[in-house]
Structures are given as C-alpha cells and as structure tokens.
C-alpha cells in the first residue's frame, strides 16, 4: 500500500482524486488538504463521498511525509513551494500548469510570470500516458496535461507523428467546455442565472493551453495553432473540433490506419467513428467520470481537411483521471486500476 | 459464476442492469435482447459500454436457460410470457410493475386491465431490500418497485414503521423526476425542445405508483396517500417531498432515532440533514449512477408536520440497482457488489 | 409623460422594471440607481438593454424628485429610507417585501426583526390586481406580492374566496422556483457546478412568503399553510403546486364555475386545463418574459383533494410584471401596457 | 392593412412566424395551415398563443387568396408547388432552402436532388436586408437564409466586402445549434435523454448551409469555406466562430473600422466588443425572442487570423424575424415594426 497525500483536495480536481484513489486498492489516502476547510470532514465539500471515507481536510502547514504527493493548487501555487513538496515525498504528481512547459519563456509569454524554478523544468514528464508511457515510468516528477490542451493533442497526435499534417497551414481549434472548468470558486461569470444555457466565446485568441498544444505536437516542425475556447451548457465535458489541412492526398481508409496505429493498444482511447446513429461522433456526455477520450473524424476532401473530433470529461481524462493513470503507469499498477467506471446513459 | 440473460436490454433500465452486470464479479451476462435490435452490438444502442463488451442483442426468442432472468420490459409486457420466463430460469427479477402489487384487484384498478397470472402474485416479494431482506433471500421471483415509488416509500417507511404518522390526515407526496423515467420510446412530450427546461405537472391525481406506496405503508393500517408528479429539467434523479402529520407532539431528536434505527445498517441509505451547506438535504444530482437513496427530514412544530425529502437516481436505486442489490441479496454476494460507484461532484 | 424612476436597478428585479418601462408608451424613466455600478452604462449590467437605452446608473443619494418611484431593493433596505423616497415621489411601488405585511409581528416572527416604520403597513396595498384592483387605483403605496408566494396565491385564491376549502385540514404548497429568484449576487449554491441539475430543497418549512399568503387567502378564516420551497434546474419560472381539501364534494364543473368566475375578466390569468396534450396543465418555461399567470387543477375524488397548479415568471408577474401591472392600474393605463409579450414557443 | 397567411405554421418557425404577424399594426393573419393539425386551435401546438388569437389551423388545400403568403415548409416541399402559391399570393416570402441558391447546380450537389424550377431561381432574392435591402424593396419573391447561414454571414460579410480576406487560406467556420433548428419532428436524436447536455458534431463536413455562405460572400471571389457544425445543449440560439486569415496585416482599429462602416445603420445588428464583463462578446442566450444578431471579433496578431463570433436565435434572425424584417422592408414599414422585443437578461 502506497501512503498518497493530496494538497488542494477541496477544488473539483483534487476531489475526483480523492474519489478515485479511495476505491485504489494500492492507495491509502493518508492527508488531504485544504486551508478554508481545514479540520471539516470532505463530504461536507464533496458531498458524494459521505460515508465513503472518516477524512477530514488538514492544512497543508500539518502535511507529514508520504509516498506520493498529488498536487491539486491553482496555477502559480504549486512552483512557489515546490521545494517543500519535494522534501514530503519523492513522487510528485502535480496537475496544475506549473511543470507542464519545457521551454521557461514560455512562461512569461503565456502566464505572465517568470518560472520560479526553471532549473525543475526538465525533471517534470508531461503525464499523458499516451505520448510519454516510457518516460513516466521511470520519472518521479509528473506534470498533468490540461483539460482542453488534453482533448486537442489526443485528437491529434497521431496525424502530427504520423507526419501528415500541412505545417504551412492553419491548424483551427475550437474547444468547448463545461462550466466546472472554471473551478469552484464563484465568479458573476459561473453565476447559475448569467452561465445557464451559455455558448460563450471566452478566449477566441491567446489561450494558455495554446503552449501545450504546440509543444506536444512538434514532431516535425511547429504547428500554426490557432485555439479557441468557448464555454457551453454543462458542467464536466470537453469536445474539442480540430481542423486539420493534410499535406497530400489521402482517403479515409489511411487516415483510419494511423489512428488504429496510434490507438490500437491504448486502454483509454476509443475511435468513434459510425456512418449512422445518434453517437456516430466522440460525446463528452457519455464520458461523464470515465476516463475514455473518443476521438473521431471526418475527412472532407474538397478542401484537403480533416476534422477531428474529441471528446473527454475534463475532471477525469483533463485532469484527476489522467493523473491517476499516470501513477498507474509509474509504479506497475494495471493502468485501469481506479478508473473502470465506464460513464452512464443516458445521462 | 451465474449464467445471468437480460430481456428487454436495450430500454434505459435494461441498459443500466447490463452495464452493472457486466462488471459483476460473480456473473457472466450470456444474453440480451431487444427485439428491435437484434444482431446489433449493444455499443450501438448504450455507446457507454463501447469497448465493455462485445455482446450483440438477440431477439427474445432466441433465449437460451440460464440462472437469472433479468426482465426490463415495458409495464404489462412481463406477465404475458411470464410462464414461458419461467421455464428458461429458475430465479426472475422483473423490473416492471407486472408484479408489484399483492392485490389483484388494485390492476384493474391503477392499470386498466386485469391481472393474467393473478395467483403468481403471491410468489412474488416486493424487492426492496430495506423492506423486505429476508424474504428476498428466500425467494425465487423478485419484483423491483417503481422509480417514484421506491423514493418515497424508502423516505417515509420509518415513520410509518414506528406507528407515528397520523393516519386520519393526508399524506402529500410530491415527487420530482427526470425525463429517463419516461423511457428511451421518443414523444412530443419528451421531444427535446418541449422537454427542456420543463416544470410539468404530469399526473397530479391518480398516479400508478400511489398503489405500491399504500401497500408498503401499511404497517398500522392504510395511509391516505395523495401523490402527485412533476417533470422537472434533469435526465436522472427523483426528489419526493413528502408531507406527513403525526399523531403526537415529538421533537428532532425523536424523528432521529427513528430513522437511525431503520437505516442504521444499511449499506445504500444515508441520513442528509445538516444545519448549513448547499447539500444539507438529500440532492438527486450528486447520486447520479450510483445506488444511494440519500433521505432528510424537517420538522414544522407549528403544524405538526414532518417534511420528508428522499432522493435517488431513478434508474439506479430506482430501477436496475434496487434490482442488482437484490440479486445480492438474494444470492448471498456482499450487498454493495457492482453497486460501489459513490456518484460525482461537480456534476 | 410620467417621469419614473428605479432605485436597485442592477439587479434582477430592477433590470426587469428597467426593461418593460423603457417601452411604455407612457413613461419617462428618469434615472436608476446602482451603488456599485453608479457611472457605468445600463448594457453592461443588462447586456440586452445594449441599443436600447443611454442611461448610466446613478447613485441613489443622486436621486431627484419624480412622479413614481421604483423600490427594487433587497428586503429590509426599503424600509430603512422610506421616509427619504416619500419625499422624493408621490407614489411609490415597492417590490420587496417591507411593506406586504399588514401585521407588524409578522415581521419578526418571518422576517427576524422589527418593522422600522409599522405605521406605514395601513398605507401600503397589497399590489396584486386580481385581488386589490380598486385598492390599488386608490392608492399612492402599492407593494408587490413575493414571487413563490404569487403563484400560490393566484392559483388558491378563487377556493378559497368561494369558501370551499377545509380549513381544518392542511393545505400543502410546494413552490418549484429557477435560479434567478435569488437574486444577483454570487454564492456557492448559484455557482453554476453546483446549482446545474439541481432538485434541491432549500425551504421545507418557515419560508417567509407563508406569511403572505396567509394573509392573502383569510377570506373565512386563517388557513393552516404548510410551504415547501425546491429550487429546480431553471433561470425563470415557478410552478406551485397546491393540495388542497374540500370542505364538501364537488364535481369539476362546479371548480371550473368558480375559477371562470374569478378570472374571465382578468387579462393576465389563463386556466390552462386540457384533457390531453404536452401543455395541458401551466408550466413556467412558455411564460417566460411574460406576464401570464397560467392556473390549472384536477380533482382527486377519492381524497376530496384538488391539486391546483400555477405557474409565473418569477421575474414578471412574480415581480417587475406585476409591479407595471399595478403601475398601470393605479394611473389608470391599459392594463397590458408595456406588458404585451406573449411568451415563447419554443424556449 | 394587408392579408396575410402562413403556410406550414404548426412548425417552430411558422409558429414564431405567426406570434410575431399576430402583433403586427399593419397585419390581418388570414390563415394558417397545418395538414396534421387542421381543425385545432392554434394554441393547442403554440401553447404560448393562448388567448391571443381564435385562429384555427386549416389545411393548405382551403387557403385563400391574400396579399402575402409566407412558406415555413420542410426543405424540398416549397419548390413542389410554388406555381400554386404564386397564384394565391402575389408577393411570397419562403423560409425553406428552396429558393436561396442562385446557381441551379448546387441543388444536386447539396441537397440531392435537382431544382423543380431553376427558371424561378433568379426570381427570388435572398431575404437578408443587411446585404440585399434594395432588392428585396423591389423584389415579389423573397428567399430568407438559413439559420447558421444567417449567423456565419452576418459575422464576416463587412471583412469579405472589405476585400481584406487571404482568399487562398481556409476560413473555418464553427456553428454551435440548439435544438430547435431541428425541428418539431420527433426522433431519437433530439429525444430528451438524449439531446439534453449534447455536444455534439452532427456535421463536421458537407453542411448544407455551406453553399449560401460562399454565394453571399463571393465579393471578391469564391472563399474556400471550410464550415462544421455542432449541436449543444439550449433550444434556441446559434453561436458561429469563424476563422478567416488577413490578407495584409491589420491592428484592431481598422477593423473596428470595417465593422462600424457596415452596419452603422443597421437596426437588428451590435457590435458587441468589450474589453472585460461576462458578455464583452456575443452571445445567444440574452437573444433569444429578439431579432438581433450581435457581432464581435477579436484579433491575432501572431497567425494573422480575425475569429469573429456571430450570435443569433435561430427561430428569429435566423428564420421568422429575418422574414418578417424582410417583409417590412418590401413594404415599407418601419424596419423594427413587430420585431422590438430586446430579448431578457438573466435567461
């Protein structure tokens, strides 16, 4: 049993951890933290898991030492003291935008900050299994891909390896999100009467997901992305539409190889990809706590595009679950262990 | 492991019942129908299980024995056929209201048309575990009580039980649901345009489900149930909010014992009553695919009145897992088996 | 020309008023006060006001005298200045509930402290056309009804006025309401993650509009209200649902009778009663931004119940409509002026 | 005051047709047809028209002569028997597809089938009075565009005009739907359970409305429109995201510049560009009911990409308020007459 502690266990990232590492059965959840709800029992925040665990939150000032650390802080929080974390425990699993970007000027290009420990920058392995199983597991240093920058690169990667992609042209992205993107804070913008039934450009340009995005996908040069981020009606869910323009003539059956390739062995992804029927595309509604990400696609060869389509619940495969994956692949757990919930429907 | 075949699968109970099914460990689905379906994957219909399971429907008559006959059919549907169920397994849990009530003569009355197999009646149990464990044990043919139903009998039974309700005054049950009650069968009533957003008296006198509620309230002689239901913006989840006057003056302290009492043991019911919170009473959204039936209570000393708020989800404890919990039970496996998914927050 | 102005007029309430008076043809609004947003223009408080009006808020200590004033501030607030807006206005029409209350110990009882100025209740009328029209013409003071209590009261008040209810027995009222009824301000249970989906009990018993519609159906004696108030997945919209008992047995017919007679001449009541149909009973989402009360009811013989239904937008008839309404009455305008919107189909 | 009548006014869009004509001070409605329904009371289908009007739906076989005759048919029918309604009308306004596409060609290539009449093609004008004031003043036949369409055009029809688009490179273009342009016909897809909380491609490539937008933005060439289309959780509302790359550089003035030139003077059209503020960007939901379509954009410098985000709803700018708009231009009625309702905030 791995003694796991998680700081921020009162956000909606840091609960879905605590919700999926209870029911690990190599995890002993030992310390979760949280500084306004210090000394509460967590089904007071998480009001599903009553009667599910005796935990109550602690500050993080009472952190003792454990195996692994999972850090659930906003962005920014995490750099500041990560030295601290360091000393706890010699596994970091962290799933803010922290360690997420190799290149330190990318920081105050995109966050608008300096890194405070660029030196750290290398250590850290971008956690989506998917692209960096290898490199997890030999790390101790692992960095959660971001929600919507997550359902962008799954759709995409295996065109950009596959090398197919015109990188003279624009790559257009288009993420939609939920509302429990935004985190548990409240805002005039979450306010139930001013989000309900929202479709609500947020970030038409300059998303910070954008950074992620690029550096992921440069197999063979850089991307021209261009992202986009509106918030729509719902509370967890991402589906992300990409518009991809390929570099030769293909048909469909190619591209279908190279994302059977790319996917064939993975647990967690799904081609979705039907002629008929109401979920013949990638549906984040299906995927509410599932860990899956469906991707899709469509080719429209008038114009030599591809359109992909993915999908992902953005507190599992965006955050929480993605992490847990990870932790999975890092100590030689089946890499489903905690996260078999396939989703519901209807839903 | 139980050879365990589901007829009438691809309806959202049935597709609920598979999906639990599937991750029993004591049990291999073999078959499942729908006769519209057949030869289709079932991904096509519940693209949840995508990936879950490689079963296709078959038509019904295409069913071979098994151990446990799962039926999820359309009210009226079960009790055509149900000798010829019975010659295929020696265990049946029906999920519709074919047989539910005890009295013959309450079909006429709430569904229009007489019983086909009225002396089966007595073979049945009513298959609520809190209510009626023992008998389940013991029995070979379960009947899964309906979604409105089940709310407010598992909210009101307590009080009922312990003699304390004013049986000389009505019982008001308002009970709130969702749009999969209705069923996957599309309607202009369900048509999405219409439905969104609805708060739609649907049955405010004369409801079905008041037959079963009277017959398993009647500890102490029959209640004067007045019940009513409303549609309400949701796909899962039923709130009852039941109003309940009782025969002596009592404060908090003595409605907690009772409920203690009753539910106590119990691995699927929890008490929410807090003083503060948003979730300080029983709230449907937080269930949501799990099988939880979350009861609180208030009362009104000024008029003697006890508001009793209960809530589910009503294809879970209000359907197919009331159904896989009393399978449990039935069988001897650990109560919560397959059931253990504690809900989501946000959501 | 009237010259109107609106004191609150960045919340809810008050951006309503501020909408309808801008189109009626009678009214000049003069100014509308915010204190936290006193310089900005209206559309950015009200973005559908965007085009539509030049006006800036102001603050109140700003305010000049006019011909009417607008109170559309939170409880409590009206009543500590209402000697200050009686010097600024002739007539005043108030839309929170300082003055609905005829008795001066119903405020501490409901509302927790003293009324400030109880010898002001006498001057206030009860600002709800169908029940105090020729008050209301009379009358330099009008209060408006409270919006969960204006549905029951418009749904229960030709029973009551016809002196056919039991009023030894309960009459049990749950008021379903949408988000926008609590007002503007932020809160984690109107954070959208939260509040989305949600069937949520937020007053079983002791809500404050009780008092009112006590007071409002006394026609033959005091009647024993039992209130339930559910807030439900929606912006706008309240649907009440009333069960009440009969003091002897009557037939439909004779509860048409008495609900033609109390309504056929009113220009915002309709009674909604079909025999078949999506709509055949009130329901809130086709009222939206209209001034309809819709009323139903259905017999239920065997109890001697009637359920009666009723539904509003609770921003219109449940606040700023009616306060037009009353407005309209009391200079002896058209009663629908301004108030012409039918409602959407379908929203 | 002139005769008019609507044919196919049981739909979402004929009903809104009708809520609208009904309010209309220059407007007698004569008839209204529906073949399902002839003989019930409009209300019965437009729940919202309740005592505002005793019409009666007939069938199109009993229409009578009358001044206009507005078409709100399913694709494929207006064209069927259009020498039959130009003999009951002498002016025609159709909201189908039927009549919109100059080039006869693109009917087989877009829709299927072949054009009836392609003689009368260049008969009609496409109904939108921003692009085509002067020729629907003198124009009998009058084509409205269709609802992504609509939004898509209006967001980039002053860029394109304004010849600053790199016609070589793609323009992508997003269209996010709520349900209701669906239509009123029932089917899995727009079932509750379903549709509620979609997000959902139904047709990432191919779209039908593909061919209006590259006809009406042809200013300076055919663009290489590359259009996807999304169903989301609302029921009405269309929000369009649209990429387009610069041909030149450009800062934000210059394209305030653009904007403002074109649509000064327009009385349905905002530019909705604000630098901070929940709304600071278009959005549907405070539309809906009203006739507007709010524009903004937001520059990016490093791709040289314009995202422009267009808001409307879809039942009115994109269906029956564009008619209606179109119909007091052609008879020279003030521009907004029936067509002021601003739309309600919160929603």
């Keep these: 049993m791995l003694k796991v502690s998680i700081v921020g266990a009162s956000g909606y990232g840091g609960g879905e951890l605590l919700r999926l590492l209870l029911d690990h059965p190599e995890v002993e959840v030992a310390q979760v933290t949280s500084e306004s709800n210090a000394g509460k029992f967590v089904y007071k925040v998480h009001p599903n898991l009553r009667k599910r665990t005796d935990l109550k939150f602690v500050s993080s000032s009472e952190l003792e030492k454990c195996d692994v650390l999972f850090l659930a802080l906003p962005h920014g929080t995490a750099m500041e003291k990560i030295d601290h974390w360091m000393e706890l425990a010699p596994v970091i699993i962290d799933l ?106 947020f970030k038409p340009t300059g998303h910070r997901h954008t950074a992620e995005i690029v550096q992921e996908l440069s197999f063979h040069g850089k991307p021209k992305i261009s992202f986009s981020a509106t918030a729509i009606e719902a509370v967890r869910g991402i589906l992300s539409t990409a518009h991809v323009f390929l570099n030769k ?33 990638p549906e984040p509604k299906i995927l509410t706590g599932s860990n899956y990400c469906d991707v899709g696609f469509e080719l429209d060869p008038d114009n030599g595009r591809v359109v992909v389509m993915s999908a992902i619940d953005n507190l599992m495969k965006g955050a929480a679950g993605q992490a847990v994956q990870a932790f999975n692949v890092r100590f030689g757990f089946p890499e489903t262990t905690a996260l078999e919930f396939p989703g519901l429907h209807p839903i």
Tied chains: 1, 2, 3, 4.
């Design 249 to 281: 003539e293909m048909d469909e059956r190619e591209l279908w190889r190279i994302y059977r390739k790319a996917y064939a062995g993975e647990p967690f992804m799904r081609i979705v990809k039907e002629s008929s029927g109401v979920y013949r595309y």
């Design 96 to 201: 803010s935008a922290d360690f997420r970007l190799r290149n330190p000027e990318d920081y105050p290009k995109w966050y608008g900050h300096d890194h405070t420990h660029p030196e750290l920058l290398g250590k850290f392995v971008y956690g989506m299994p998917e692209l960096h199983r290898e490199e997890i597991k030999n790390s101790n240093y692992i960095s959660s891909g971001g929600c919507l920058s997550t359902a962008a690169i799954l759709g995409l990667y295996p065109l950009f390896q596959a090398g197919v992609v015109d990188l003279d042209k624009p790559v257009v992205i288009e993420g939609k999100t939920g509302s429990s993107g935004a985190g548990g804070g409240v805002s005039l913008s979450s306010h139930h009467p001013e989000r309900s039934g929202a479709m609500r450009s």
